[in-house]
T-cell receptor
Framework: AQSVTQLGSHVSVSEGALVLLRCNYSSSVPPYLFWYVQYPNQGLQLLLKYTTGATLVKGINGFEAEFKKSETSFHLTKPSAHMSDAAEYFCAVSGSGTYKYIFGTGTRLKVLA | DAGVTQSPTHLIKTRGQQVTLRCSPISGHKSVSWYQQVLGQGPQFIFQYYEKEERGRGNFPDRFSARQFPNYSSELNVNALLLGDSALYLC??????????????FGPGTRLTVL
């Protein structure tokens, strides 16, 4: 079985500050992990993914995430927040041989001027 | 190349009615998955189809059904609509199904409102 927990349904940061969005997963198979961003009234856009290999994954728009197996975590970070980063962010888990993504409940990021 | 397309963009129905949502996958992709995203929640898996066969089903009632056509496009049907069916319905396509890593590419969704 697989599950995802996103801590913090709402996160506020000042423009230029560090962004940290937390994701913990549970998976009975080696996980594939994803972060998606969703802007209002739009679909999901892939930010980054971890499948195998390097545990530090770099994505679009300056975001990165680190797969930590020992902590079952895949937290999303960005060194300096921009106003355009305001959106909802979803962490998802899948795995080899599985056919579906399991999504977390999302974290809404607010960027303060 | 065109991404995943969905139609219609928005839809308003009343309780008890039936609705059909449509999805065209990325060219060359043979698998289509459907997700329901209720306001304020993450997407929930409904179905996956691969080569016109159902490969997986989420925890949804039999009122929900889907099919995939020879051109790999797909339809999601929901019968006897309930207020709780109001949601954004997302379609995702991938090359294959459940074979190693297969990235799913999501469409913009269909916003269904049930009154």
């Amino acid at each position: 079985a697989q599950s995802v927990t996103q801590l913090g349904s709402h996160v506020s940061v000042s423009e230029g500050a560090l962004v940290l969005l937390r994701c913990n997963y549970s998976s009975s198979v080696p996980p594939y992990l994803f972060w998606y961003v969703q802007y209002p009234n739009q679909g999901l856009q892939l930010l980054l993914k971890y499948t195998t290999g390097a545990t530090l994954v770099k994505g679009i728009n300056g975001f990165e995430a680190e797969f930590k197996k020992s902590e079952t975590s895949f937290h999303l970070t960005k060194p300096s927040a921009h106003m355009s980063d305001a959106a909802e962010y979803f962490c998802a888990v899948s795995g080899s041989g599985t056919y579906k993504y399991i999504f977390g409940t999302g974290t809404r990021l607010k960027v303060l001027a | 190349d065109a991404g995943v397309t969905q139609s219609p963009t928005h839809l308003i129905k009343t309780r008890g009615q039936q609705v059909t949502l449509r999805c065209s996958p990325i060219s060359g992709h043979k698998s289509v998955s459907w997700y329901q995203q209720v306001l304020g929640q993450g997407p929930q898996f409904i179905f996956q189809y691969y080569e016109k066969e159902e490969r997986g089903r989420g925890n949804f009632p039999d009122r929900f059904s889907a099919r995939q056509f020879p051109n790999y496009s797909s339809e999601l049907n929901v019968n006897a609509l309930l207020l709780g069916d109001s949601a954004l319905y997302l379609c995702a396509s991938s090359l294959n199904a459940g074979v190693s890593y297969n990235e799913q590419f999501f469409g913009p969704g269909t916003r269904l409102t049930v009154l």
